[in-house]
């Protein structure tokens, strides 16, 4: 089992940054593909970033990957979600989870993750 605490949402205002971790305990996350979605008011969740277990492959939903980093600190258990120039359109719960691979395997559908957080609100105001 893993468990997964997400932390680093808050109200932030248009234009600012946050930085989201992810702390994983029960098992090392070097085993793990991670990722984050996201999930806004009465919407489903979506792909937000994913990073395979060496962090040597990150990809990214398109209208993202200028302003979002995903990084990992295997040593640490943890992973990153750098978000920078935020929009209220980025207003969500932001969830962190986990899928076994140790390749580089990795992916965007929620259905392949075995393992999720409870989330961390992020309020963008305009």
């Known amino acids: 089992q893993v468990q997964l605490v997400e932390s680093g949402g808050g109200l932030v205002q248009a234009g600012d940054s946050l930085r989201l971790s992810c702390a994983a305990s029960g098992r090392t996350i070097s085993n793990y593909c991670m990722a984050w979605f996201r999930q806004a008011p009465g919407q489903e969740r979506e792909f937000v970033a994913r990073i395979s277990w060496s962090g040597g492959n990150t990809y990214y939903t398109d209208s993202l990957k200028d302003r979002f980093t995903i990084s990992r600190d295997n040593a640490k258990n943890t992973v990153y979600l750098q978000m920078n120039s935020l929009k209220p359109e980025d207003t969500a719960v932001y969830y962190c989870?986990?899928?076994?691979?140790?390749?580089?395997?990795?992916?965007?559908?929620?259905?392949?993750?075995?393992?999720w957080g409870q989330g961390t609100h992020v309020t963008v105001s305009s």
């Open positions: 989870a986990a899928a076994a691979s140790r390749s580089t395997i990795c992916w965007s559908e929620v259905k392949r993750y075995d393992y």
